[in-house]
């Protein structure tokens, strides 16, 4: 069973940046679409971003559209995601995914694993 651990998570000020990491510990990493998604107190789990297997492709909600960029790197069995203009919207639980196809990359049920979640707090 794929155990992914997001890190990278924290506080920082409105206009700052992060960068998330998600590992992987299984070579099963590489078998689908990695995605991000993210849940604030009181919110249902939104989706952030996602890329394809090979890296071809990405998607991101509107809402993290340019401000936020996904990669990965399936050598090393990991994933990122680079946030930057982070603003207090941008709070919340983010959790990495894995094992979707493409074509369902915004619906979170797609996935066949998670992690538990790395915090991201902005303060204004």
């Known amino acids: 069973q794929v155990q992914l651990v997001e890190s990278g998570g924290g506080l920082v000020q409105a206009g700052g940046s992060l960068r998330l990491s998600c590992a992987a510990a299984?070579?099963?990493?590489?078998?689908?679409?990695l995605g991000w998604f993210r849940q604030a107190p009181g919110k249902e789990r939104e989706f952030v971003a996602a890329?394809?297997?090979?890296?071809?492709?990405?998607a991101y909600a509107d809402s993290v559209k340019v401000r936020f960029t996904v990669s990965r790197d399936n050598a090393k069995n990991m994933g990122y995601l680079r946030m930057t203009s982070l603003k207090p919207e941008d709070t919340a639980l983010y959790y990495c995914?894995?094992?979707?196809?493409?074509?369902?990359?915004?619906?979170?049920?797609?996935?066949?694993?998670w992690g538990q979640g790395t915090q991201v707090t902005v303060s204004s």
């Open positions: 890329i394809s297997w090979s890296g071809s492709s990405t």
């Open positions: 299984d070579t099963t990493f590489n078998s689908g679409t």
């Open positions: 995914a894995a094992g979707a196809r493409w074509g369902l990359y915004r619906q979170a049920v797609s996935y066949n694993y």
